[in-house]
């Protein structure tokens, strides 16, 4: 004999635990669904030597089995190694890592100049001095002969998907003196859109590198490859510094018809040319330096016509300043994030203490960064004042701070692409 009451309480139970449970069911067997006939606008299969990697299964990292012959000629599984691939989204930033937020630091910085600082090398270097190494296919110089790319091109119609290998490269020029050799990787976007980007992995300590790396981009139709361009940037990895820049290739799709099978394709690398890059917008800075207090005086203004870096149309820009002395990175400091603003106004200042006699040898370089919360700040564009500025007008400020001591002066300069 059970009590009206309880055996209430009892119904109710079990209804609510038979709907929670009929609810849960159907929304697995609603999301199976979605996902098995869900096809995203852009994914990409990523192939290395008959291995497929599913960069939507990953994060930015994936553990395969590399696989090594025997004497026999069987395939045995040695063990698992860690192959770096570009998520869909992941940016073309290099090596130095944007800043993980958006608090500035003091605003004086006793720099430690040393005068053997010189032939050092910083870990978070992003300067590319026209003395480092070899002579940069991105700084101005003689031209040089940069070797050339092999890839092919072909079209998967029943999928709608462009497949894209990287197989080699030959005649790379040397990027590392102490080794006399390089550790190329190349860097690979669609153009206009820029959305689909990959890498491929780094070679050690070779002038012919051999990729065979395929790359597989579904979502595009074929009407419109007559207006894609393929951009390959050949790079060299640095441990201790940026990746030194070797040239690219730009292979517009518009003369290849890959429509009768597989197109084999061998481009000449270029130098990397800096003018052609898309405007980034401006920045507006001023300097000044005090000859007796031997102290530079770095003055962030504002920022104009940046370009559009968030779903919203905006941008959370914020500005890093680094201070160099050769190739050694002295100091780094940061403004404060300004919030959904293509047009950001800094006023932000930063002193630091400089010898007279070390000015020919300083160069400080801005970096204007898109601050975002949940994925990698993205840098948007750069600008560099001082030994090694690569523009006449950074050439030019330098050499009025110079020349007028005590003297501020703000001069407006455009970004050019990091």
């Known amino acids: 004999d059970v009590s009206p009451v309880v055996a209430g309480l009892i119904g109710a139970t079990v209804l609510v635990v038979s709907v ?40 930015n990292k994936k553990k395969i089995n590399r696989i090594r012959r025997d004497k026999n000629g069987t395939p045995k599984e040695t063990g698992r190694g860690n192959l770096l691939v570009d998520a869909a989204e992941s940016g073309l930033i290099g090596s130095d890592k944007a800043p993980d937020g958006p608090n500035a630091a003091p605003h004086v910085d006793q720099l430690p100049v040393k005068v053997d600082y010189g032939d050092e090398l910083s870990p978070d270097q992003s300067l590319t001095p026209g003395g480092s190494k070899t002579s940069s296919p991105s700084s101005p ?21 462009l497949v894209v290998t990287i197989q080699e490269a030959h005649g790379l020029p040397v990027m590392d003196e ?19 980007r990959v890498k491929t992995r780094v070679l050690r300590k070779t002038l012919d590198p051999v990729f065979d790396e395929t790359f597989t981009f579904y979502g595009i139709p074929y009407s419109q490859l007559q207006d894609l361009v393929l951009h390959f940037l050949v790079l060299s990895f640095d441990r201790f510094s940026r990746d030194d820049v070797i040239g690219e290739v730009m292979v517009p799709l518009a ?27 401006e920045l507006q ?26 779903i919203t149309g905006l941008s959370d820009p914020y500005v890093k300043v680094n201070v160099y002395y050769g190739r050694k990175r002295i100091a780094k ?37 898109d601050f975002d919360r949940t994925t990698k700040n993205e840098v948007v564009g750069r600008l560099i004042l001082g030994a090694h500025s690569i523009t006449a007008g ?7 701070v110079c020349e007028n001591p005590r003297k501020p002066v703000a001069k407006w300069h455009s970004l050019s692409e990091y």
């Open 141 to 161: 110089g003689d031209d040089v002969m940069l070797g050339e790319l092999t890839f092919s091109v072909d079209y998967n119609f029943p999928k709608k998907a």
């Open 333 to 369: 400091k940061k403004t404060h994030v300004k919030k959904c603003t293509l047009n950001p106004v800094f006023n932000e200042s930063f002193i630091y203490d400089i010898p007279v006699d070390l000015l020919p040898d300083i160069s400080i370089e801005f970096l204007v960064i």
């Open 394 to 400: 950074g050439v030019e400020h330098w050499r009025e």
């Open 285 to 310: 800075v001023s300097l000044s330096y005090q000859p007796v207090a031997q102290r530079m005086t770095v003055v962030v203004l504002k920022a104009r016509h940046l370009p559009k870096m968030d």
């Open 178 to 196: 102490h080794t006399q050799s390089s550790d190329p990787y190349i860097k690979m976007t669609i153009l206009p859109d820029k959305r689909h």
């Open 255 to 281: 003369g290849v018809d890959p429509s009768t099978g597989k197109v084999q394709l061998t481009r000449e690398i270029l130098k990397r040319n800096i003018q052609k890059c898309i405007s980034r917008g």
């Open 20 to 59: 929670s449970v009929t609810v849960f069911v159907w929304t697995c067997c609603h999301q199976q669904a979605e996902k098995k006939h869900k096809t995203p606008p852009y994914k990409f299969i990523h192939m290395l030597k008959g291995i497929s990697i599913y960069p939507e299964t990953l994060s």
